[in-house]
């Protein structure tokens, strides 16, 4: 019933919107588009806190980042962490997913098909360019703006802010369904993570903030 509702709901949210928004998507999904943002971020916290405070803020900020990336590694027995849960089965990708596709072959023979780019009639839109990586839980691209997005919020403090960042988060994390990267629950779990981390770095930045301000 879990992988039901998870299925159905990718499949209401994933759809072909031609070659515009596949290629918004790619670049909402990418770095270089992002980049204005991190400046702004930057920006906000040294006006708000000034160098000292920003200096922190940095470290704490790459921290989290690494870290979030790091631990959504390990439900993908991928990157620097990826060999502590060796004995857990991660999901594949919706565009690695036969049953979303109605066809009883492998998702490794599904992977092969979508490589090599081959035409047909699929249930689920998949740009070329997007075709990558094996599987998708949990989702680092989540984990990491919500990470980003809990710690800069903390320490910047204004609204207009706070809605800025909860539509980036929001057009990070579909642009990852429309992609046919992950299914809503990766994304959720991703989104945890990223919370828990995110706020733990603020606890960290408060802690050492307020015993310099003394």
């Known amino acids: 019933m879990y992988y039901n509702f998870d299925h159905d709901l990718f499949l209401a949210l994933n759809f072909d919107g031609g070659d515009t928004l596949d290629r918004a998507m790619l670049a909402i999904s990418g770095t270089a588009v992002w980049l204005p943002l991190y400046a702004l971020i930057l920006w906000l916290v040294w006006r708000r806190t000034g160098w000292r405070c920003l200096l922190l803020f940095i470290v704490l900020m790459l921290g989290a980042l690494a870290l979030s990336d790091m631990v959504s590694g390990i439900f993908k027995h991928n ?71 809990v710690l800069s919020c903390s320490v910047i403090r204004r609204r207009w802010f706070a809605w800025l960042m909860v539509g980036c988060t929001l057009s990070i994390c579909y642009s990852r369904i429309y992609l046919a990267k992950h299914f809503p629950m990766d994304l959720a779990w991703g989104s945890l993570v990223g919370l828990l981390l995110g706020w733990g770095a603020y606890r960290i930045f408060r802690c050492i903030a307020n015993r310099r301000n003394r």
Do not use: C, N
């Open 79 to 149: 990157g620097l962490l990826g060999g502590l849960l060796p004995d857990f089965q991660p999901r594949w990708r919706p565009m690695f997913t036969p049953e979303l596709e109605g066809l009883d072959i492998t998702p490794d023979s599904l992977a092969a098909i979508r490589r090599a780019a081959l035409p047909g009639d699929w249930t689920v839109h998949v740009p070329v360019e997007a075709v990558s990586g094996r599987y998708g839980t949990v989702s680092a691209h989540a984990a990491t703006i919500v990470a980003l997005a």
